[in-house]
């Protein structure tokens, strides 16, 4: 199992310990300014109902992106970082 896998596998226990599902969660996401990176994580979550907002950074070279979304349970908590995994630059937090 390598170290992502083992992330997830780790997130979805303490999810489940630790939440009742259906729950509102909390995505936390730095991304350059490099390219369209805000408007791609914003395109995962547009048509789901998701609270979007962002702040630019003092320096104006990384947006702070925050989701807020209804999800039903830990597998959707997961399957939506794996969703934006791919995009260039990406922290999660």
Same mark, same amino acid.
């Given at each position: 199992m390598? /170290? !992502?896998e083992k992330f997830y596998k780790d997130l979805k226990i303490k999810l489940e310990d630790n939440t009742k599902f259906p729950s509102d969660y909390l995505? /936390?996401?730095i991304v350059p300014t490099t390219k369209?990176? %805000? =408007? =791609?994580v914003e395109s995962f979550f /547009?048509? !789901?109902?998701a !609270? *979007?907002?962002t702040r630019a950074s003092k320096t104006g070279k990384y947006v702070s992106v925050s %989701?807020? *979304? !209804? %999800? /039903?349970?830990a597998d959707e908590v997961i399957a939506y970082y794996h969703l934006v995994e791919g995009i260039e630059g990406l922290i999660s937090l």
């Open positions: 390598d /170290k !992502k995505y /936390k996401f369209n990176q %805000v =408007e =791609e /547009k048509d !789901k109902k !609270k *979007i907002s %989701v807020l *979304i !209804k %999800v /039903k349970n």
